[in-house]
């Protein structure tokens, strides 16, 4: 079956250094890739999307490029904030199945 | 851009009592809704699949008669949690299928605490 592995965190950034979340998925077959953000208390936010290999999603500053040959969707970012501390979920869709959630990374980000 | 709404945000209730979660959708219809459980620092995991008009999917595990799921509209799925025992305590989010190939429109979640 479809799964998504990130890496589980925490991961403690100062502020404005560069942030990284890896991701990697198994699919039978072709998936739209998501990356969601959970702030403190809060329901789930769509953060970006790509719904085909090469496909880079963007939004707020951060990126993530899907990468069909290493079935990667890595989440970047240049400069973080205080305000990008949340949880990070990674997730796969394969036409209109279910969403397949990763276990989230905690970032933390430090003045 | 398609809203959630999702009801109560925070619930306290004793323990064998029923609690009832609501999830609409604001500004479109959805004919599927999903209905996710969250334990502290563990993803999401799909409890269940509402779909309007008729019975509710459950994933392997979860209990039907705990968890009942009612879709009766295109904006509106309830899930209530029957004789609720503190083992029940946890996060609980819907999201709605909004057509198309989106990623699901998510609630703003329900914190469910038991005592």
């Known amino acids: 079956g479809d799964s998504v592995t990130q890496m589980e965190g925490p991961v403690t950034l100062s502020e404005e250094a560069f942030l990284t979340i890896n991701c990697t998925y198994t699919?039978?077959?072709?998936?739209?890739l998501f990356w969601y953000v959970q702030y403190p208390g809060e329901g789930l936010q769509l953060l970006l999307k790509?719904?085909?290999?090469?496909d880079k999603g963007s939004n707020k500053g951060f990126e993530a490029t899907y990468r069909k040959e290493t079935t990667s969707f890595h989440l970047e970012k240049g400069s973080v904030q205080v305000s990008d501390s949340a949880v990070y979920f990674c997730a796969l869709r394969e036409g209109y199945q279910k969403v397949t959630f990763g276990i989230g990374t905690k970032l933390q980000v430090i003045p | 851009g398609a809203v959630v709404s999702q009801h109560p945000s925070w619930v306290i209730c004793k323990s064998g009592t029923s609690v009832k979660i609501e999830c609409r959708s604001l500004?479109?219809?959805?004919?599927?809704m999903f209905w996710y459980r969250q334990f502290p620092k563990q993803s999401l995991m799909l409890m269940a699949t509402?779909?309007?008009?008729?019975?509710?999917?459950?994933e392997q595990g979860v209990e039907k008669d705990k968890f009942l799921i009612n879709h009766a509209s295109l904006t509106l799925s309830t899930l209530t949690v029957t004789s609720a025992h503190p083992e029940d305590s946890s996060f609980y989010i819907c999201?709605?299928?909004?057509?198309?190939?989106?990623?699901?429109?998510f609630g703003s979640g329900t914190r469910l605490t038991v005592v």
């Open positions: 500004d479109f219809q959805a004919t599927t």
């Open positions: 509402s779909n309007e008009g008729s019975k509710a999917t459950y």
């Open positions: 790509a719904t085909k290999a090469d």
């Open positions: 999201s709605a299928d909004r057509q198309g190939n989106y990623g699901y429109t």
């Open positions: 699919a039978t077959g072709y998936p739209s």
